[in-house]
């Protein structure tokens, strides 16, 4: 069983900053890409950023600049520091990885968390 909590979500001006953290936990051999997907209303759910094990990133146009996305393998837990937040940036979002449970296999599953809220006012 494996589980990612996310933290750090809330309700900030435009303009402001928040960091976001996710940790996951329980049965886990080895992770290789945790990211951000962030999901508004009405809205396909979208990547925002996304960074493999080796510390490579890759970030969405709409946040380039503005988002850095970082990652603790020691803990298994990634960051996302968002800066010049904007209203268009409210959303629920939402921590992936993609992770081995044991070393036996290659076998690769993914997981969601729960999803934390981030709203921007203008």
């Known amino acids: 069983q494996v589980q990612l909590v996310e933290s750090g979500g809330g309700l900030v001006q435009a303009g402001g900053s928040l960091r976001l953290s996710c940790a996951a936990s329980?049965?886990?051999?080895?992770?290789?890409?945790m990211g951000w997907y962030r999901q508004a209303p009405g809205k396909q759910r979208e990547l925002v950023a996304d960074i493999t094990r080796g510390g490579i990133t890759n970030y969405a146009d709409s946040v380039k600049g503005r988002v850095t996305i970082s990652r603790d393998n020691a803990a298994n837990t990634v960051y996302l520091q968002m800066n010049s937040l904007k209203p268009e940036d409210t959303a629920v979002y939402y921590c992936h990885s993609i992770l081995r449970t044991s070393s036996r296999y290659l076998y690769e599953y993914s997981y969601w968390g729960p999803g934390t809220q981030v709203t921007v006012s203008s």
């Open positions: 329980g049965s886990i051999f080895s992770i290789n890409t």
